[in-house]
């Protein structure tokens, strides 16, 4: 079974091989799309897509092994030219991108295992565990992905320089280290993937809430925290606008590094292209391993969503 | 796996006892429990962690929402009373309602706020209408599905400040490749900095490239989800595919359409970071007209380029009520449409 198999709940896996067992005994199904072989005008339709989705990323490519007087020209160049590696490097040192890429490992990653965890135990106790204003702090949970970030930043701002912390990379994670929708995923998740019965049978053998959950929630959550974690990762290592404030190019992440690569006063288009190639490759990178797995989770946080 | 698997093993026993019963009781019926006293102690420590462990669970989200969040949040209300400035962070001095006074008395704000509308409605729309489309295209059985669905979700991968900065040279006056292209057709160079509707077209056009694969796969997995009788009865009473997509997938797609549609709106009030880096060296202004500055835009150039720490926080809670205004509108719609069903 591959992950993305297991992160279907039970209920939707069952739905669907019964639907896959119907379309085949009858050759193929009168409606649902899915089943309906795509026609050659699809596949046209697709490739459109497709390219609408790739050409700026290709694009990136093109424009960082050229020079920038190259790409102030006309036609712009379609081609690779001879480039990249000179225009690689010169991103890499003018914009800091080295301490960049570092910072925001250490970032999206903190914020990934810490998102992943406490989204698992908040997820559990709303889909499995009674309790009183349970329904009530659900909502509530659901409510704060309403506020706009833009609502914290000036008080935050002002305690970072109280406590002397600007720049420094606590500054970013602290505020990211759980989520709302990471607990709601979770929770999405756990009702259908975990039986209740074996919560139960674990608390007659007189198990602790923690080893519940170290021995009967994280392995069946496993699949989905995965998940939770590639989507978190994403979003952490993209997060724009606090980090722009907290941080500075002294100790940038990858988004402010690009940022003042963008903003600078004598921008050579050409690094520019090649910070935002460098600053994009590892999620590219992790979409090529793992997009499946992404694909699924996105998915799967719809349907209940 | 494995661990589940054991302890599946153990439910069976379990059966015997009813569910919740602390296990000192379960034991003692066997007689082979510890003597009383540690046995009741052992019991009030099983009822009190029954009780205290969902709060465990559940307080490192609310811990940090308080801190990072709701504790802000309220204090961002009290700055937006005072006047704070960036160059003099300890001298806070009580403003009233000057910030907001001055604010709804500036051209720029409202500036702000039509540019925001304008670019929300012309980046959700599109992008909406596109998902769909995409969505059910990918919902046909097709050669590699998985492969096209990753490629579309591809934009999602790329940050707003590498797509900003690409977009920002695909649009380029000169030289710039969408430039290049429609002079194929006809269509003389746009000045998509400068002109009003072009560079609003153009930064909408970063937020439809990045969003309409993820939103593609949110209404593919809801028209998965669509019972195939639906179809089947459709089919029956001689629907043709154009009328199934129109008569059962819309009406079916509804609630995911909302939850898109609050979604984006969300997402669209907030808009920053692709205005920010659409303007280059003075971005926060948002073009030399002030053509493309958002809400989210016209905050940070109060707050951190001015440095008017106190404006911006009346800017920020001017935002989150037109949110929630916005919000209950949708809602309102919502249940209107649902009435009319």
Redesign the interface.
Known sequence: MTVSELSLPPAQVAV?DA?RA?GSRRGR??????????GPL??V??VV??L???A??V??AV?ASRTDRR??????PLWFGGNLFKNLQAAWEQAGLGTAMLNSVIVAGTITVSTVV??T??G???AK???RF?AL?LLL?IG???????????????WI?DLGWSNQLQTVI??S??T?FG?FFMRQYLLQALPS??I???????A???RV?W??VF??ARPAMAVLGLLTF?FA??D??WPI?ALNQQNPT??VA??S?????V?D?AV??A???L??LP??I??LLF??Q??GG???G??K? | MTVSKQALAHSAPSAEAAPGTPPGAARGAHGRGAPDGADSWRRRLYRWDMKASPYAFVSPFFLLFGAFTLVPLLYTAWYSLHDVQLSALDRQTWAGLANYTNLFSSDFFWNAVKNTFTIGVISTVPQLAAAIWLAHLLNYRLRGSTVWRVVMLTPYATSVAAATLVFTLLYSFDGGLVNWLLHFVGVGPVNWRESDWGSQFAVSSIVVWRWTGYNALIYLAAMQAIPADLYESAALDGANRWQQFRHVTIPQLRPTVLFTVVVSTIGATQLFGEPLLFGGVSGSKGGSEHQYQTLGLYMYDQGWIIGNLGKASAIAWSMFLILLVVAAVNMLLTRRLRKSQ
């Open positions: 669907r639907r119907r199904m009168t409606g649902a799309g899915k089943q309906l072989h795509a699809t596949y339709v697709l897509f497709a609408a989705s790739l700026p990323l694009w990136t424009a790409l102030a020209q006309t036609p712009p406490f989204s135990l908040a559990f106790a709303f565990l009674r309790f349970s702090l949970t704060t992905m309403m506020v706009p970030p833009q609502l914290a930043v000036v008080p935050l701002y002002l320089a602290l505020p280290l759980v709302a607990t019965e074996l139960e049978a674990a608390r007659v053998d007189g602790s809430s923690l959950v021995h009967v392995p069946a994403v290592w993209n724009f606008l404030i990858v988004q690009l940022n690569l963008g903003t600078g006063y921008p288009q520019i292209m910070g935002a190639l600053g994009t999620l590219l992790a979409f997009g499946k992404i694909v996105i998915m799967q719809a349907v969503g």
